[in-house]
């Protein structure tokens, strides 16, 4: 069966609602699209709003796992195109669903991952300053700060992350510029 975004619906929607031995078919072909080349086209699709909510955390999760275990499928020339796809994908699921969201999140963290110490080496800087709830004024404030911190929180996890010691003095640093950030404006609120 070819892997294209049809034959992808139906096997999320058969995973999703049959017995464990199409469940078991399902899944495995599932795998497989996901490890295929394919996967970097198919998963935008996927992620259409018009889709169930099934079918776009198996597309979020494709492209996480595209990320972290086949980066090197991804042309150098390609990243920036990359980077603005799951921003865009993060602000159109910033009210959800939460799941998708959390899972494009993780996505973002896999492509920082690779791409920090010498592609996006600001990467942490541009994101603080782009997820402000001023900058986004259709999302609640409350939302984009959780989005941000989601981001953030998840990288140290990742396995690739864990050997980065730069990077994680970076992520303290801006950690503790987000808190006094905090402190400096409920100290002018009030």
């Not at 169930?52 to 150098?76: D, G, R």
């Not at 990467?123 to 603080?128: G, N, Q, R, S, Y």
């Not at 409350?142 to 989005?147: A, F, G, M, N, Y």
Request: hydrophobic fraction near 40%; include cysteine.
């Amino acid at each position: 069966m070819e892997y294209n975004g049809e034959n992808l619906v139906k096997a999320v929607t058969l995973f999703y609602r049959s017995e464990a031995h199409q469940q078991a078919e399902a899944h495995q072909w599932l795998t497989e699209a996901q490890n295929s080349p394919h996967a970097w086209s198919f998963v935008w699709e996927l992620l259409s709003p018009l889709k169930s909510s099934e079918v776009q955390f198996f597309a979020a999760t494709t492209l996480h796992t595209k990320l972290m275990k086949h980066w090197n499928e991804v042309p150098e020339d390609h990243y920036e195109v990359l980077k603005k796809r799951i921003l865009e994908s993060i602000i159109n699921y910033a009210m959800g669903p939460k799941l998708v969201l959390n899972r494009l999140c993780i996505a973002l963290s896999a492509y920082i991952i690779h791409t920090i110490p010498t592609y996006w080496p600001n990467a942490f800087e541009e994101l603080v300053s782009s997820f402000q709830p001023h900058h986004l004024p259709n999302v609640e404030p409350e939302r984009v700060i959780w989005i941000l911190l989601e981001i953030l929180t998840v990288i140290p996890e990742e396995p690739k992350y864990k050997s980065h010691t730069v990077v994680l003095y970076d992520l303290n640093s801006v950690f503790h510029q987000l808190m006094l950030t905090q402190v400096v404006k409920q100290h002018h609120s009030n």
